[in-house]
């Protein structure tokens, strides 16, 4: 599956396939209950890809972002002028890169998004999308 960046803005049944074939469907009230949430917080970007700088550039507000864990992968969203879009990576192309104590990278192959965990919650936040990850991988035979 190739870098995929979506228009969510929209409630359609073609985006939600999509998205429940490249990272599952969303999960059940009483798992997320159980997780303690699968949606972080506000995070600033920093960085990321050409594709995704594009989209950011026409809006001249501070750039935020926020991360939906799925069963699969996770959707990272932003916004650009009035438009919400998702950045999709199943967990299989997730790459997770922590740079100096309040910066992590996510990557999907060669395409990627930067941002700033400037908090503990953050931090908790990503040590839980890491252990999703490696059971999702356990589960797969993909480790």
Not at 83 to 88: A, D, K, Q, S
Request: proline residues 2%; hydrophobic residues 40%.
């Amino acid at each position: 599956m190739q870098f995929m960046i979506k228009n969510l803005s929209y409630n359609s049944n073609k985006i939600k396939i999509l998205l429940t074939e490249m990272v599952g469907k969303p999960f059940p009230l009483i798992e997320r209950f159980k997780l303690r949430g699968t949606g972080s917080n506000k995070l600033v970007i920093t960085d990321a890809s050409k594709e995704i700088v594009e989209l950011l550039k026409s809006d001249n507000n501070i750039n935020y972002c926020n991360i939906e864990i799925r069963k699969s992968g996770i959707i990272i969203r932003f916004k650009s002028l009035l438009e919400t879009y998702g950045f999709i990576i199943p967990f299989h192309k997730l790459v997770i890169f922590k740079g100096d104590s309040k910066l992590y990278s996510f990557y999907n192959d060669n395409n990627f998004i930067k941002f700033l965990a400037d908090n503990k919650s953050i931090h908790l936040f990503i040590k839980k999308v890491i252990k999703l990850k490696s059971e999702y991988q356990n589960k797969m035979g993909l480790n």
